[in-house]
């Protein structure tokens, strides 16, 4: 057994919506010790530049390695958009983003070869998307669009009704999606608005997150270098947050699908 194999997986989003991959990775590897942190003082990433997302997903990595680690999972979709380079170069573990394998999880559903995507603003504008899904198969025709409207209204629970019906054909109709059978949802928060998505874009359209296929490749990394968690292991659940914890345990319960006793808060420190 490898001596680092009950060591963490970290964790780290923008704040609530990464919860959606951490319950992924939670129902995929559920002996696994982790340690999740939303900086919720400095949510939205979505909206702020490249030089920024940069700079806190680094004083978010640096928080988590005060844990002892194995691997650094970035579950904000807009922070491996934009920062998932300067993570791998600065970081003494393994660092697995969101994008690639979302991206390679619809390269291999489309059958049309067409792919929509929809994301954040700043994550459509890195072209990370774009590029990962060019890279997984370059024959593909891409599209993508900014939906920043559906964070708010994920973090308020309002995924169902009129409210977010018109929100979603407002984004997605007028032939955004024509000929396109694959739809990727770009964002920690849109798989909490699926079934509303899906309304907007029709039967034919399959709908990829990449929470899911996140978490089958870092099970995989895992696996492949002897890390995996001995059956048995106590799966330790650790929640940190910058700001204060009320507004973070109130919404967490509704990204999970279950209730969280409560979480830590930290400081980061920015360089
Ligand atoms: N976590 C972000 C993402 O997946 C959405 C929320 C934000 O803008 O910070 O891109």
């Given at each position: 057994m490898s001596?680092?194999?009950?060591?963490?997986i970290g964790v780290f989003d923008s704040g609530v919506g990464g919860l959606t991959v951490f319950k992924a990775l939670a129902?995929?590897?559920?002996?696994?010790?982790?340690?999740?942190l939303g900086d919720t003082a400095r949510v939205p990433y979505g909206t702020k530049s490249p030089e920024v997302v940069t700079r806190y997903s680094l004083g978010c990595a640096r928080e988590l390695l005060q844990h002892e680690?194995?691997?650094?999972?970035?579950?904000?979709?807009?922070?491996?958009?934009?920062a998932l380079d300067?993570?791998?170069?600065?970081?003494?573990?393994?660092?697995?983003?969101?994008?690639?394998p979302g991206a390679a999880a619809a390269a291999a559903a489309t059958k049309s070869r067409r792919v929509?995507?929809?994301?954040?603003?700043?994550?459509?504008?890195?072209?990370?998307?774009?590029?990962a899904l060019h890279e997984a198969r370059a024959d593909l025709e891409v599209r993508a669009k900014a939906c920043p409207l559906f964070v708010p209204l994920a973090e308020e629970g309002w995924t169902q009704g009129d409210v977010p019906r018109l929100v979603a054909r407002e984004y997605l109709g007028q032939g955004f999606v024509d000929g396109a059978d694959t739809l990727v949802l770009g964002c920690t928060h849109y798989p909490l608005l699926r079934d509303i998505i899906a309304e907007a874009v029709g039967p034919k359209v399959t709908l990829v997150d990449s929470a899911h296929a996140t978490a089958e490749h870092v099970a995989g990394l895992l696996e492949k270098r002897g890390l995996l968690a001995p059956v048995g292991n106590a799966p330790e659940r650790h929640f940190l947050v910058t700001?204060?914890?009320?507004r973070f345990v109130e919404i967490a319960g509704r990204f999970l699908g279950q209730p969280i006793a409560g979480a830590q808060q930290v400081d980061l420190k920015l360089a």
């Open positions: 001596p680092n194999s009950r060591a963490a129902e995929r590897l559920p002996h696994e010790r982790m340690v999740y680690l194995k691997a650094l999972v970035v579950a904000c979709n807009t922070a491996s958009a934009l300067a993570l791998e170069a600065q970081l003494p573990v393994p660092v697995v983003g969101v994008i690639a929509a995507v929809i994301a954040t603003p700043a994550t459509i504008a890195s072209g990370a998307y774009q590029r700001d204060t914890p009320a």
